[in-house]
């Protein structure tokens, strides 16, 4: 049975919204590549040999990715701009698609949704007063905590010195005093057990609700929560008069409206899909994640995770929404349970059904967003070139347009592991530039590497204890054929 539909902002779905990401299925590696970028290669030892010297980078995986994240990214880089001398002909659809997508479902937003919702001032003194909004207590507690792993015999002691610090409370000894010498919330216990005002959401449920049906100068009742044992006084309730939080008060309540219109909207075309999840979705979802940026190809890509209504979210379709998200989201699907995990499908479910159904009512993305976006794109592609020096490479005498780029990329991860320059990543803007050339990271390359470069470490800091040499000019560079 799927879960019932809880209520999730347009705006929280949009970051869900998937991209078809072209083909990523990269270049082959041989089994000493860490990385390739289009006809360029990086070796595990090259990355090694880099790294090893630098011992206050740690020997670890996550380093080795990100130098051969970087490698990559700024290598196709500097094959565009210096091949093609303009980027108009790279394709944006990688990063443009999910911002199309994102504007149509804003679109189809304003125009199911009515945010100019008439709030009268009785239902606003009706909620007023059944909720008091604003309202704030102060009170003081005594806290006693229960022994670790106690017995029914402790537990029964903590609750007996509850019930006689509270009949010494309700009697009229100082409550302050009381909590100073027996609470066990050192935070308050210093201040006679104050907790100065808090409005309600802010304690745990039973507290809350002891502290606010409490009259000012009582004792509540012995209360239990997940921290112990509470006694609780309370010292004084204040909240706004109506006229005070009037305005605050209606908008809460039209946005509380505009929400719920949302969420019965979204729940309509869900419950029209008809939508069935498969069994054991977690499971793949963990498969394809540990899977890295290695194709789906046959069977395991067309894999339904959720079917509906003419058609089906597969395997392929999640593993494109990871190649649009910050590397470190594959070691968090690792980990989360399979309820997160189904929560996250069922939320790209609901996006890619949204964006259906803009289509369906023929909403299309703006094209002058379209343009500005790319505009922006190109002109931070130009930026990142610019900044480290691969805008214009003049390759050296002998050397072809690859191994200038080569030798220069080089250079620049040298400075970047030495902690002399700052590079920002590429992140998404490196999908299209992995589409237009191929590039592939090996997942075993990087745990080699970093393996290597922990023997270097021991062997004395790199191959004969040497410094490394810069690459030769016609080294890893390779030919300078396009693959494109």
């Known amino acids: 049975m799927r879960r019932p539909y809880a209520t999730l902002p347009f705006l929280l779905l949009l970051l869900l919204v998937t991209a078809a990401c072209g083909d990523r299925s990269g270049p082959r590696l041989s089994s000493g590549d860490l990385a390739a970028a289009g006809d360029l290669r990086f070796s595990i030892e090259d990355a090694a040999t880099m790294l090893a010297p630098v011992e206050t980078l740690p020997a670890d995986p996550e380093v080795v990715r990100a130098l051969a994240e970087f490698w990559t990214d700024y290598t ?13 002909s790279l394709d944006l659809s990688a990063i443009l698609e999910p911002q199309e997508s994102q504007s149509m479902v804003l679109q189809l937003r304003d125009a199911v949704i009515d945010e100019d919702i008439e709030i009268s001032d009785t239902e ?32 029964d002691s903590v609750r007996e010195l509850a019930e006689d610090l509270r009949q010494r409370a309700v009697g009229g000894a100082d409550f302050a005093a009381l909590a100073t010498e027996w ?9 006679g057990g104050d907790l100065d005002y808090f409005p309600r959401g802010v304690m745990v449920a039973p507290f809350e609700e002891a502290a606010f049906s409490t009259p000012p100068g009582q004792v509540s009742d012995i209360v239990e929560s997940q921290f112990g044992l509470h006694i609780i006084r309370v010292e004084d309730i204040r909240s706004p008069s109506l006229d005070e939080i009037r305005e605050e ?7 509380e ?43 395991a890509a067309r894999r339904p995770l959720v079917r509906y209504e003419g058609g089906a979210f597969t395997a392929a379709d999640f593993h494109d929404f990871l190649a649009t998200q910050p590397a470190n989201l594959r070691m968090q699907i690792a980990a989360a349970s399979d309820e997160d995990l189904e929560g996250l499908l069922d939320n790209l479910v609901r996006s890619e059904l949204l964006v259906a159904e ?16 790319s505009e922006g794109i190109r ?24 191994q200038a780029v080569d030798r220069r990329i080089r250079e620049v991860l040298e400075l970047v592991i030495r902690g002399e320059t700052d590079v920002f990543p590429l992140q998404g803007l490196s999908l299209p530039l992995r589409a237009r050339y191929g590039a592939a990271i090996s997942d075993d390359g990087v745990e080699r590497t970093a393996t290597r470069v922990e023997a270097l470490r021991a062997e004395g800091g790199s191959p004969e204890g040497e410094e490394p040499d810069a690459p030769e000019a016609g080294g890893s560079g390779g030919d300078e054929g396009g693959t494109d």
Do not use: C, K, W
């Open 76 to 88: 196709l880089l500097a094959l565009l701009v210096n091949r093609e001398g303009d980027l108009e």
């Open 124 to 155: 606003l003194e009706s909620l007023f007063e059944s909720e008091r909004p604003g309202e704030e207590v102060r009170a003081r507690h005594i806290l006693l905590l229960f022994p670790p792993d106690a017995t029914q015999a402790q537990r």
């Open 358 to 373: 803009a289509r369906r009512r023929g909403i299309e993305p703006d094209a002058e967003e379209s343009r500005s976006v």
């Open 257 to 299: 409206r505009v929400m719920q219109a949302e969420s019965i909207f979204v729940a309509d075309i869900e419950g029209a899909a008809n939508l069935r999840t498969e069994e054991g979705v977690a499971g793949i979802m963990r498969e394809v994640a540990e899977a890295g940026a290695a194709p789906l190809t046959g069977r």
């Open 379 to 402: 002109a931070q592609y130009r930026q990142f070139a610019e900044s480290i020096g691969i805008a214009d490479l003049e390759p050296a005498e002998g050397e072809t347009l690859n």
């Open 183 to 191: 609470s066990g919330d050192p935070g308050s216990a210093q201040r």
């Open 249 to 255: 008060l209606r908008a809460s309540l039209r946005q």
